[in-house]
């Protein structure tokens, strides 16, 4: 079975930069895409970013187009996603989840998601 564990994150100031990341353990599987999402406070869960399966496209949401970046590494045990994001902005709270898609090229909607890690806090004080 395949689970996705996300490490990173913590407290940060408007401005810094923290990466975070998610990694595939279990039965191994090379043809899925990883995602980013995003829930503040009481909102439902938003896209961020996410990448092809074989890492040759990317998108982003508007809002952190220029800031944030992807990069994923690849090994014959364990598969694993970064979610670089610079210039983090103030009262940016969330928690950051990162989702695997079976298709191919990835999606921006969270329902076509099919596992997901447990999210990790992103806390940017006002």
């Known amino acids: 079975q395949v689970r996705l564990i996300q490490s990173g994150g913590g407290l940060v100031q408007a401005g810094d930069s923290v990466r975070l990341s998610c990694s595939a353990s279990?039965?191994?599987?090379?043809?899925?895409?990883l995602g980013w999402f995003r829930q503040a406070p009481g909102k439902e869960r938003e896209f961020v970013a996410v990448?092809?399966?074989?890492?040759?496209?990317?998108?982003?949401a508007d809002s952190v187009k220029g800031r944030f970046t992807i990069s994923i590494s690849r090994g014959s045990a364990q598969n694993t996603d970064y979610l670089q994001m610079n210039k983090l902005k103030s009262g940016g709270t969330g928690l950051y989840y990162c989702g695997a898609t079976f298709r191919k090229d990835g999606s921006r909607l969270k329902g076509e998601f099919e596992l997901w890690g447990r999210g990790k806090q992103v806390p940017v004080p006002s």
């Open positions: 990448g092809s399966w074989n890492g040759d496209s990317t998108e982003f």
């Open positions: 279990g039965s191994l599987f090379a043809n899925y895409a």
